[in-house]
């Protein structure tokens, strides 16, 4: 029995992305009950079993893999068309979903997606804002913004700045504490640290004279939001260690103060990353454009 309704489909993709008929459903704005129903309708007309079910997850059985790679490859080619008519019409439509972190997209990015949302009213924004990295292959994501290594050769990153860390306290911490000659008087410190992708970042790293410094660094407080960081430093609790990005716009105000402006810190550039192998919409494709022309 052939599919009679493609947006059955929907359901496939949506479990296997979220790992649970609930999870599908919430997204859709299905009940669970009429996504389990959707989904047994797709399994009897294709004659196959397409997940493993268990009380915590539901698991693609091959045949399932296989439907999910063509019904999402199929799915791309309608949003390419979609694209492609909306273009000719000369207007941007549809969602751009963008994942960014916390900082960065309150002190920065704001603005400039209100300004790119005025300049396409067809465009809506649908922001995620964290500092967990989201799988841009598997999460619910058109482009990442992401600062630091990339390792995921899946991923096609374009590079819309270029960044380093930067260490930094309050003028008030500083005049109740000696401001630090060397990394190694961290140690003294109070130095106020986060987590990136689930680990927290205590080794700080300093570069001079051809030689790397590693200071592993402690502190009364930490965070999984690299924001608070920020705002800790800025209210005089210790020091933070965090992109010139991020805290740009605090040292011209004079509320942060960089300290070892002698020592050098690795480079940790800010990406765009998109899913390699998958079509653009051009809506995604103009915003990335547009935000590299602001950080260029």
């Known amino acids: 029995m052939a599919i009679e309704n493609l947006s059955d489909l929907q359901v496939l993709v949506h479990t296997a992305r979220g790992g649970t008929l609930t999870a599908a459903a919430r997204t859709l704005g299905l009940t669970p009950a009429a996504a389990s129903a959707t989904l047994k309708r797709l399994e009897a007309q294709v004659g196959a079993r397409l997940f493993e079910r268990s009380t915590r997850a539901m698991r693609l059985t091959p045949q399932g893999q296989t439907l999910l790679d063509y019904a999402s ?4 080619l309608l949003a390419e068309g979609e694209s492609l008519v909306s273009a000719d019409r000369g207007a941007l439509l549809g969602t751009v979903r963008v994942a960014a972190p916390s900082d960065l997209t309150r002190r920065v990015l704001m603005p400039w997606f209100d300004e790119f949302l005025s300049l396409h009213p067809g465009v ?10 989201l799988d841009v292959m598997r999460d619910e994501v058109d482009v990442a913004l992401r600062s630091g290594p990339l390792a995921d050769s899946r991923l096609v990153a374009r590079r819309l700045a270029d960044s380093r860390p930067v260490l930094c306290a309050s003028p008030d911490y500083l005049r109740r504490h000696p401001a630090p000659r060397t990394p190694q008087d961290l140690l003294q410190h109070n130095c106020l640290t986060f987590h990136r992708a689930g680990r927290r970042q205590r080794l700080w790293r300093f570069f001079r004279d051809g030689q790397w410094t590693e200071v592993r660094v402690d502190g009364d407080r930490t ?11 800025l209210a005089g609790v210790g020091i933070t260690f965090k992109s010139e990005l991020d805290v740009r716009q605090d040292e011209a105000a004079g509320a942060l103060v960089r300290l070892l402006p002698e020592w050098d810190t690795e480079p940790y550039p800010l990406h765009a990353l998109l899913p390699s192998g998958r079509f653009v919409p051009a809506r995604v494709r103009a915003l990335v454009d547009f935000l590299a022309l602001k950080f260029g």
């Open 73 to 76: 490859r199929a799915f791309e």
């Open 223 to 233: 965070a999984d939001d690299a924001s608070l960081a920020r705002q800790w430093a």
């Open 124 to 133: 809506q924004l649908a922001l995620s804002v964290g500092d967990r990295p």
